[in-house]
């Protein structure tokens, strides 16, 4: 059911979690933009509120809990639909409905075709006083939404989803069940969506997946999608994220090292450094075999930007195994790192076959140290840029000064500079010459326009 005509009902999106639930997010606006729905940026003024979560940790988990208790007041004073949208909708629907009547409905990342109607039916329930819980939780083997044009909001960056799913069964990840079997999208509906978005001036493409480089569609595997991709004219850099270790074949290797459009930068979640932790998180490989991949990436090109995910605390992690984490990042020497804390995910292998046994203490302390160590790697590894002039590429203003401009290296670094250099706009390129760095951020002189 869509809605009556001169019914523009306002929907206002708020988005936790990851790029993919940014890209779903887009994926969910041209789809009741589509069916006579308006979006709006003023939560005040919603007739509906959508909010697409993340599952993945605890403090994403508690984060919309928070956000759903502020919306009880709101729903209090005015009519208003509530809806969850995502990964929790999916993995916490019992949970979810017992909130009743703040949540109206509840769509999991594969059911956002039916929200029209979900929506619809929620909102002519509430003008008849009665209280309708709409559930579309159900995952599919199909689903990719290969035909829904995103709502990009304009900017430098689009995103391309090219494969939904996982099917790694990593034992701390909730991702297999809330987000289901991997499925991949055919080429050429990716290779139409990039040529359209070069068409409407975006420079930058991110090819997403939860298991990226796993991409299979017949003959095409994921080196060959991104060189087409990349090969696509007025497209200046591609990035790819989140790939899996274990996915790394030399024709993808030689794209990322040799091609002048694909970004020199490789996100390696490395998780542990210990191979007993290793292989009960099912991983699938081994410190060794990691650091030989490392090897590799380095030998084929000294430029390559290396970032990483760590869990620190892992059920039954003694600190001998921790301190083989510690000297993996001190060996390695990523350019930077996301630290995590383990939390237990209802329903993952982890929640059912091992005993969340370290101490909040010990995670605590444990994520310090590797924060800490980190920050002085992250230094030392931006520092190796001083003096030297780099490719950037224009994002926007920066977080902290309108007067400063603020854009990413080809390694994907922050670089800030101060906009009485050159005048430039978000998506140019600018060549920055490098003469400070801190742990997140080079500061630079912007000195000329760049080659694409
Ligand atoms: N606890 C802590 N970190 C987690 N991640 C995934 N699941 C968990 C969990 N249960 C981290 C992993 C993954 C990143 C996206 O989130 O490091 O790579
Ligand atoms: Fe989760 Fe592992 Fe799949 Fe990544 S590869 S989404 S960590 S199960």
């Not at 206002?12 to 589509?34: K, P, W």
């Not at 799913?165 to 499925?183: A, I, K, L, Q």
């Not at 509906?189 to 409407?200: K, M, P, S, T």
Request: glycine letters at 6%.
């Amino acid at each position: 059911m869509s809605l009556d005509p001169g019914d523009r009902r306002q929907v206002h999106i708020e988005t936790f979690g990851c790029q993919m639930n940014e890209y779903d997010s887009e994926v969910v606006r041209a789809l009741l933009t589509r069916e006579g729905y308006v979006m709006t940026e003023d939560r005040e003024c919603a007739d509906v509120i959508l909010m697409n979560t993340c599952a993945i940790r605890e403090n994403a988990h508690t984060k919309v809990y928070t956000h759903l208790s502020d919306l009880k007041a709101l729903k209090k004073s005015r009519p208003l639909v509530v809806g969850v949208l995502g990964c929790m909708a999916q993995n916490l629907k019992e949970e979810l409905t017992k909130h009743e009547p703040l949540v109206d409905l509840l769509a999991g990342p594969d059911s956002y075709r039916q929200l029209p109607a979900l929506i619809s039916n929620a909102v002519h329930a509430q003008e008849q006083g009665r209280y309708l819980k709409a559930l579309a939780v159900d995952l599919s083997e199909y689903e990719t939404y290969d035909d829904i044009v995103p709502a990009r909001i304009p900017g430098v960056n689009a995103w391309i989803a090219v494969m939904r799913g996982c099917d790694n069964f990593c034992s701390f990840c909730v991702v297999p069940y809330t987000r289901g079997r991997e499925r991949s999208r055919e080429p050429q509906g990716i290779l139409d969506e990039a040529a359209r978005i070069a068409g409407e001036g975006f420079k930058q493409i991110t090819l997403l997946g939860q298991n990226v480089n796993s991409y299979r569609s017949g003959e095409w595997d994921f080196a060959r999608l991104m060189v087409a991709v990349a090969d696509v004219p007025g497209i200046e850099r591609v990035r790819f994220t989140s790939p899996h270790p274990k996915d790394f074949p030399a024709p993808l290797l030689e794209a990322v090292a040799g091609h002048p459009k694909i970004c020199k930068h490789i996100h390696l979640p490395a998780q542990s450094g210990n191979d007993r932790i290793l292989g009960m998180m099912n991983r699938t490989y081994t410190r060794g075999e990691y650091l030989a991949l490392v090897e590799r990436i380095r030998s084929m090109n000294s430029r390559i930007v290396l970032t990483t995910d760590i869990i620190a605390g892992f059920c039954s992690e003694t600190d001998g195994e921790f301190a083989d984490t510690y000297r993996l990042l001190e060996e390695v020497k990523y350019h930077s790192a996301f630290i995590f804390l383990y939390s237990e995910r209802t329903n993952t292998i982890a929640a059912r076959k091992f005993t969340d046994d370290v101490s909040p203490e010990t995670k605590s302390r444990r994520v310090t140290a590797l924060v800490e160590l980190q920050r002085r790697i992250s230094t030392q590894r931006n520092r190796e840029y001083l003096g030297q002039t780099l490719p950037v590429l224009v994002e926007g203003d920066a977080k902290k000064s309108t007067f400063q401009a603020m854009g990413k290296s080809d390694g994907n670094v922050t670089v800030i500079w101060n906009k009485t250099d050159l005048a430039c706009r978000p998506g140019d390129l600018v060549a920055c010459s490098m003469y400070d760095a801190s742990a997140s951020t080079l500061y630079a002189r912007a000195v000329g326009r760049s080659e694409p």
